[in-house]
């Protein structure tokens, strides 16, 4: 079956816990998880190079100018953007990569590559998305009320993902991914060479052959 590299694209409300399940997806499986750049303070406990790549207005800008980002947004106030490089090199290697960006992005993401597979992470409903706002303790009330617009925003494209996926339980929400991207690698589209070859294989039987 494929062994080429699947491009999987992760959005989601702010607070449907992307992040954390992100961490728990790459700690049991082999995926390539693509650092962003953003203009955006880091939070604390975050890393430059590690959450993000922590950058400033006029460096964000330069990148985009010299085509270096594969796609970037403007989210409540700050640039996101994907680097290319990390990207390109970890296909052609036959690697899963995952980006997880907003819906902006991920539509640009699915133009320049058309075989990306996008999933959308919910909460399972609206009032659970407030509240893990508000627990996180990261944003204040007027940035939470933002993301909360935003949301309602972003709800509008859900319809537009291959899949939604609801995070509830956070194992098996991380073992309904895997199972995704994996089930994804049998799709027959993805399967030319392997159609081909096995077509080219029967038919070269030939009548006597046993
Ligand atoms: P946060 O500030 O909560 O880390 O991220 C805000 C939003 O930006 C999230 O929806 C996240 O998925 C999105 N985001 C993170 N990196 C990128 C990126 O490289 N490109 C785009 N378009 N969105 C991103």
């Known amino acids: 079956m494929s062994k080429q590299g699947i491009l999987t694209v992760v959005s ?23 650092i962003s750049a953003t203009t955006r303070a ?5 890393e430059d190079g590690r959450e993000y790549f922590f950058l400033t207005r006029e460096r964000f800008e330069s990148m985009i100018e010299q085509g270096e980002l594969i796609e970037w947004a403007e989210y409540v106030g700050n640039y996101y953007g994907t680097p290319k490089k990390y ?19 991920a539509f640009h993401v ?5 075989e990306a597979l996008l999933l959308f992470i919910t909460p399972p409903n609206a009032n ?7 627990n996180r303790g990261t944003e204040s009330m007027d940035k939470i009320e933002s993301r909360l617009h935003r949301a309602s925003e ?3 494209f859900m319809k537009e993902y291959d899949f939604i996926v609801v ?17 994804e690698h049998s799709r027959t589209l993805r399967n030319d060479s ?8 029967l038919m070269a039987f030939k009548k006597g052959d046993l």
Not at 42 to 46: M, S, T
Not at 87 to 96: H, P, R, S, T, W
Not at 128 to 134: G, M, P, T
């Open 87 to 105: 990207v390109e090199e970890q296909l052609a290697a036959g690697k899963d990569v995952i980006l997880e960006i907003e819906v902006q992005g």
């Open 42 to 46: 880091p939070r604390a406990g975050e």
């Open 154 to 156: 972003e709800a509008v």
């Open 128 to 134: 659970e998305l407030k509240s893990r706002l508000i």
């Open 167 to 183: 995070n509830d339980d956070l194992d098996e929400c991380v073992e309904r991914l895997n199972e995704i991207i994996e089930n």
């Open 194 to 201: 392997f159609i081909e070859k096995m077509s080219k294989e």
């Open 110 to 114: 699915r133009k320049q590559f058309p």
């Open 12 to 34: 989601g409300f702010s607070g449907a816990g992307k992040g954390t399940l992100m961490k728990a997806l790459l700690k049991k499986y082999d995926y390539g998880l693509s």
